[in-house]
């Protein structure tokens, strides 16, 4: 079947810090590869995406890339913010035959300190 | 442009009743899929209604079952509710029939707690 693992959190870094939240998945076909955030409250909202193997997504200084060979998809960013705090999922879709559905990690929460 | 909306935002039943939830996906979606998040934990997928039909499922009892209207909005009502139901229940619709690489928007979800 198809599943993600995650980095366990939490995570607790400083501001400016570099951050790294690992991500492998087992797919039963070529999946598409998220990573999507959730803020305290609300629901999940998409951070990046990649949909073939070696793509690099990006969005807001955050970046992943789509490594086939290693079945990883790894979170960084340079330098985190406060406002990063929140829990992050990686996930992964495959939509061959009726596969169409988002699997997830379990979550990673991060909380940066000022 | 009015994102995927979902009511109501928080609902207290008691073990055995029965619940609806609802969905508005976002202006120009046509697929909505329903996902359970317990406390904790990543989203786990219910399932997904297309053309008012149930395309795809999860690994959920009948208990769950949905519906899907013309204007595309959805239903996810859940019966004989037991206390592990309790979760967040999220909405999240995408265009296109929701292929692999469509995106898919969540709503800010209905959180269910059940006594």
């Known amino acids: 079947g198809n599943s993600v693992t995650q980095m366990e959190g939490p995570v607790t870094l400083s501001e400016e810090a570099f951050l790294t939240i690992n991500c492998t998945y087992t797919a039963t076909g070529y999946p598409s590869l998220f990573w999507y955030v959730q803020y305290p409250g609300e629901g999940l909202q998409l951070l990046l995406k990649a949909t073939k193997a070696d793509d690099k997504g990006s969005n807001k200084g955050f970046e992943a890339t789509y490594r086939k060979e290693t079945t990883s998809f790894h979170l960084e960013k340079g330098s985190v913010q406060v406002s990063d705090s929140a829990v992050y999922f990686c996930a992964l879709r495959i939509s061959s035959g009726s596969a169409r559905q988002l699997t997830f990690g379990s979550g990673t929460q991060l909380t940066v300190l000022p | 442009d009015a994102g995927v909306t979902q009511s109501p935002t928080h609902l207290i039943k008691t073990r055995g009743q029965q619940v609806t939830l609802r969905c508005s996906p976002k202006?120009?979606?046509?697929?909505v899929s329903w996902y359970q998040q317990a406390l904790g934990q990543g989203p786990q997928f219910i399932f997904q209604?297309?053309?008012?039909?149930?395309?795809q499922r999860g690994n959920f009892p009948d208990r769950f079952s949905g519906h899907q209207f013309p204007n595309y909005s959805s239903e996810l009502n859940v019966n004989a509710l037991l206390l592990g139901d309790s979760a967040l229940y999220l909405c999240?619709?995408?265009?296109?029939?929701?292929?692999?690489?469509?995106?898919?928007?969540f709503g800010n979800g209905t959180r269910l707690t059940v006594t």
């Open positions: 202006s120009g979606h046509d697929t």
């Open positions: 209604y297309y053309e008012e039909e149930e395309r």
């Open positions: 999240a619709s995408s265009p296109d029939g929701g292929g692999r690489t469509s995106p898919l928007h």
